[in-house]
C-alpha cells in the first residue's frame, strides 16, 4: 500500500503565505513528478504545479512568481510555498505522486493525498 498524507492547510488573510506538505509512505521503489492540484467548489481539479524527478518546474500562469513547488527525494516529500495568495487561490488542495512501487512493475501509477483546504479571505 501507498499512501499520500498532506499538511499545512488553513485559514489565511489574503496577502498571506502558507505552505503544504505531501508525504509518500509505503512501499516505494522510485518517484516520477509530483504535483499539486486545487479544486475549488464547484470546479475541476486542475494543475498548477509540477517538479520532475531531475527537479525541473512547471507552473499554472495565475501563480507563478507567487507559488514555489520543490521536493526532498529522501523523504518522499513534495512541497508547495504559497505566497501573496488571493481569495481565488481557496480550494482544497491535492497532491499528486506518479511512482512505482516495484522494481517488476513496467509503468507509474498516479496516487493522490486526501487533500488539505486553503481558504484565502479578504
Known amino acids: 500500500q501507498v499512501q499520500l498524507v498532506e499538511s499545512g492547510g488553513g485559514l489565511v488573510q489574503a496577502g498571506g503565505s502558507l505552505r503544504l506538505s505531501c508525504a509518500a509512505s509505503?512501499?516505494?521503489?522510485?518517484?516520477?513528478?509530483m504535483s499539486w492540484y486545487p479544486q475549488a467548489p464547484g470546479k475541476q481539479r486542475e494543475l498548477v504545479a509540477a517538479?520532475?524527478?531531475?527537479?525541473?518546474?512547471n507552473y499554472e500562469d495565475s501563480v507563478k512568481d507567487r507559488f514555489t513547488i520543490s521536493r526532498d527525494n529522501a523523504k518522499n516529500t513534495v512541497y508547495l510555498q504559497m505566497n501573496s495568495l488571493k481569495p481565488e487561490d481557496t480550494a482544497v488542495y491535492y497532491c499528486?505522486?506518479?511512482?512505482?512501487?516495484?522494481?517488476?512493475?513496467?509503468?507509474?501509477?498516479?496516487?493522490w493525498g486526501q487533500g488539505t483546504q486553503v481558504t484565502v479571505s479578504s
Open positions: 499528486n505522486q506518479n511512482l512505482r512501487r516495484f522494481a517488476y512493475e513496467y509503468t507509474n501509477r498516479d496516487y
Open positions: 517538479i520532475t524527478s531531475g527537479g525541473s518546474t
Open positions: 509505503g512501499s516505494i521503489f522510485s518517484i516520477n513528478a
